[in-house]
C-alpha cells in the first residue's frame, strides 16, 4: 500500500514540477505580447467609420476596448458656429495622441479656440494596429474582466518602454525569460509560480529518496543536489525584477541560475545512473523503455550544457542566440519531469 502511494506522488509531483514552470513561461510571454501589441486610448466612443470627439469635457480617459479598429483616414475640427476645416494629420496612429490642440495651433496658426469637436473619418481597409478589437480573444479577455484591463493600463502607463513586439523568442530571441516575467503584472504569476515549483521538486526528490529506502537503495546523492538546486531556484526566482546599479549584485545572480543548473543536471544524473543500476530491483514499477529514453535525453543534456557553456565561454554570442539559447534550454530540461512522470507504473495497492 505505501509502494503505492510513493509511486502515485512521484508521477504527481514530476507532473507539477512540469506544469508549474511551463505555465509560468507561457503567461509570461503571453502577458508580454500582449502589452507589446496593444495600445490605450483616450475614451471617446470610437466608431468604425466616422467618431466625432467633444472637446467640453476635458478629463482624460485611457482604456484598451474602446479603441479604433481602423487607422485615421482624414481629419477635422468643428468650431462653435459650425464651421468644419479639414487639418493636416500628423500620425495615423491614434494611440499616439495626434488629437492634441496644442500640436495643430503649431501646426495651424490662424486656429483660434473655438474648436469645440474634432471629427476623425477611419479608413476603411487599413487597420489600427494597437487597438485590441483586432485581436479577438485578447478583445473578450479584456472586456470580460475589467481589473485586468486596469491593471494593464497602469502597467503600459507606467512602463512605457519595458515591452515591444516579438514574434517569437524561441526562434528569433528577441527578449529573455526574465525580461518577459520581471514586470508588473508578469512578476506576480512567475515568481509563485516559480516558487510553487521548488515546493513540489523539493517534494519529487523527497519522494524518490523514499522509494529508494522502501527498496534498500542507499544512494541520498541525488536528493542533495536537488535539495540545493530548488534553493538556488527560490533565490533566483525571489531577485528577478530586483534592478541595482551593481556589478556584484549581476554576478551574483549570474551565479545563483548557473549553480542552479548545474545542481540540477547533476541530481537527474545521479537519481537516473541509480535507477538504472537498480532496475531489477524495481522492474514491478518502472516502464524500462521510458528510463531507456530517459537515459538518453540525460546524456544529451550533459553534451548539449558543455556545449553551451564552450560557446559562450569561448565565443561572444548575440544577444539573440544567447535568449533563443536560454527560452529552448529551460523550457527542454522540463521534459525530464515528463518522463518521470511517465517512468513508475500505475500499480494496484
Known sequence: ??????????????????????????????????LGQIQFYKKINWQDNITIRQLTDNQIQYNFVDCPKYK????????????????????????????????FKKLNANLDDNIIEIIYRHSKSEKEFGCVKNKPIFFMLLSSFSFVEKILIETKLTKKTGFSKIKNPYF??????????????????????????????????????????????????????????????????????????????AQIRKVIIIMFILLEIAAQVTLTISLVKHKKKLEKYIKFTILKIKVVFIVFVFLLTVSLI???????????????????????LLIYYLLSGLLWKKVTS
Not at 16 to 32: F, G, H, M, N, R
Not at 79 to 97: G, H, T
Not at 310 to 328: C, G, H, M, R, V
Open 172 to 249: 528569433y530571441g528577441e527578449i529573455s525569460i526574465s525580461r518577459s516575467a520581471r514586470y508588473y503584472p508578469a512578476n506576480l504569476i512567475f515568481k509563485p509560480l516559480i516558487i510553487m515549483t521548488t515546493f513540489f521538486l523539493f517534494l519529487y526528490w523527497k519522494n524518490n529518496l523514499n522509494i529508494f529506502r522502501k527498496f534498500s537503495i542507499n544512494n541520498n546523492t541525488f536528493f542533495y543536489l536537488g535539495s540545493f538546486s530548488c534553493l538556488f531556484l527560490i533565490l533566483h526566482a525571489s531577485f528577478l525584477g530586483l534592478d541595482f546599479d551593481s556589478k556584484l549584485f
Open 1 to 34: 500500500m505505501e509502494l503505492y502511494l510513493l509511486t502515485k506522488k512521484a508521477r504527481r509531483y514530476a507532473f507539477l514540477s512540469l506544469t508549474l514552470p511551463l505555465v509560468a513561461l507561457i503567461l509570461c510571454l503571453i502577458l508580454y505580447n500582449l
Open 310 to 332: 564552450l560557446i559562450l565561454a569561448l565565443s561572444d554570442p548575440s544577444t539573440a542566440f544567447k535568449n533563443i539559447a536560454e527560452w529552448n534550454y529551460f523550457t527542454f
Open 72 to 103: 485615421l483616414d482624414k481629419k477635422y475640427f468643428k468650431y462653435n458656429n459650425d464651421k468644419v476645416k479639414e487639418v493636416k494629420i500628423v500620425d495615423k496612429n491614434l494611440y499616439k495622441d495626434p488629437d492634441e490642440i496644442s500640436k
